[in-house]
């Protein structure tokens, strides 16, 4: 079984990188061991309350929580992408771990594979 970190760091709306990343964790979980990192804009993924269908995009946001159900319990968001971006306070939506730079360097390191979005 390989690990393979999946790196979410693109805004959510307006290309399919978050939507694809997803699809790939979803998939790949049946047979790999999964982690979820959310960095630098992709941590915007986690907000409540969004509405791409006002400028005509999927909402596939929700679909996110189905990582849990696919047993993907490895999610991680950076703190300082959550500080740069005055998101501490906000409760995101899905279960996660919040880990500093450090620590996800480690954990980047432990990993067979490492893909980015």
Known sequence: MKKIAIII???P???AKGREALDIALAAS???AIS???IDDGVFHLLPNQYPDKILMRDY???????ELYDIDDVYVCQSA?????LTNIN??????VLDATSLKKLLASQDVVLRF
Not at 61 to 67: D, G, S, Y
Not at 82 to 86: A, E, G
């Open 9 to 11: 760091s693109s805004l």
């Open 13 to 15: 709306h307006g290309d």
């Open 30 to 32: 049946a047979i790999n």
């Open 36 to 38: 979820v990192l959310f």
């Open 61 to 67: 946001i929700a679909t996110f929580n189905l990582l």
């Open 82 to 86: 959550l500080n740069s971006r005055n």
């Open 92 to 97: 995101l939506n899905i279960p996660h771990k």
